[in-house]
């Protein structure tokens, strides 16, 4: 059975475009990049693409990585002037012997390939971090460990107000953007694994990155193995949350490890944080969410999460029929800490 699998309740745009390249005829590559791309031509979506928020220097800055096989991925990072990284992620991955490319060198290889410049810094983004600029010890990541975890769009609300609350009680500043009248943007890495009714498997990852980040900072989404990692015999895994937490436990490789030696894809996803669980001294910020899909074409697909506040999004498909198909927002299967 075809599938769809994507992180976020915004993924619903990406599967929506997944869906149609599928209906076209495209393939399981096709469709996922496609649907990354529509997340990242999102203005809405403040962690990908067109709107994402800038760094500390007030650049927006792009990682993205594509993959369908161990030894068949392409990825770019540090991309300032293209707002579509998923796209030349690809282009790297089928014009070049290379992995990764990073900065200036992405740039002008998505340039030599006639892809048009197109700054994904808006004017909304801009006035964000300038919100920031004028109070950065409210938002500063390495001064103070207040940031609300990812969250999906209808959650932010209800999830801010539990955080303001526990964040009050233990007598830190409660405030966001100078004031409580400002909710944060809830968004985060988009992934987006496809599946089309041969069992192909092909993964996109993609994102802006840590909001006010220090300039330059790369996290797991571009790098074989943290963000993403697709191996045809042993099934997929994707990954978004704090990304410095799932580069140290190498999480999307070591979900289908996990698999390879046999476990199902909900367990696999549950050992992977439990390594992170085991090994960090994790804080109210931190969260990570994992998907999962079982390698053939009936395997079976879950997704966990450290914490809650995360939802998959799922579109299947018999005959690749996808015009037919619902489209599902879901709670992870599992969820490790209730706080």
Excluded at 154 to 163: C, F, I, L, S
Excluded at 182 to 189: F, I, L, Y
Aim: with cysteine; net charge negative.
């Amino acid at each position: 059975m075809a599938l769809i699998f994507s992180t976020w309740s915004f993924g619903a745009v990406a599967n929506r475009a997944a869906a149609r390249e599928f209906d076209r005829g495209g393939s399981a590559l096709d469709a996922a990049v496609a649907g990354a791309t529509a997340v990242e031509d999102d203005p809405a979506v403040a962690s990908v693409g067109t709107g994402g928020v800038p760094d500390a220097h007030g650049e927006v800055s792009l990682d993205a990585m594509v993959m369908t096989d161990v030894a068949r991925s392409g990825a770019v990072a540090y991309v300032r002037r293209y707002s579509n990284p998923a796209k030349i992620a690809r282009l790297v991955m089928e014009t070049t012997i290379h992995t990764l490319l990073v900065g200036e060198g992405a740039e002008r290889f998505a340039q030599r390939h006639g892809v048009e410049p197109a700054p994904p810094l808006t004017g909304e983004a801009r006035e964000t971090w300038l919100r920031w600029r004028r109070d950065p010890a409210t938002l500063d990541r390495d001064a103070f460990r207040g940031w609300i975890p990812p969250l999906n769009v209808e959650h932010v609300g209800a999830e801010g107000d539990r955080w303001r609350s526990r964040h009050a009680e233990r007598g830190g500043d409660v405030s966001w953007h100078g004031g409580p009248e400002r909710e944060p943007s809830s968004h985060d890495t988009v992934c987006v694994i496809a599946r089309d009714d041969d069992g192909e498997l092909a993964g996109v990852c993609t994102t802006s990155g840590m909001a006010f980040k220090a300039p330059g900072r790369v996290g797991d989404s571009p790098i074989v193995g943290h963000g993403l990692y697709v191996d045809r015999r042993h099934g997929a895994a994707t990954a978004t949350g704090t990304g410095e937490l799932i580069s140290s436990a190498c999480a999307s490789f070591l979900v289908v490890e996990e698999m390879r030696r046999g476990a199902k894809a909900d367990a696999a996803c549950v050992a992977a944080l439990r390594r992170i669980e085991q090994t960090h001294a994790l804080q109210p910020d931190h969260q990570v969410a994992l998907l999962a899909v079982e390698p053939g074409t009936n395997g079976r697909w879950a997704s966990a999460a450290l914490r809650g506040g995360f939802k998959h999004v799922v579109t299947q498909a018999s005959r690749g029929r996808f015009g037919e198909a619902e489209t599902r927002v879901d709670d992870p299967t599992h969820v490790l800490r209730a706080d």
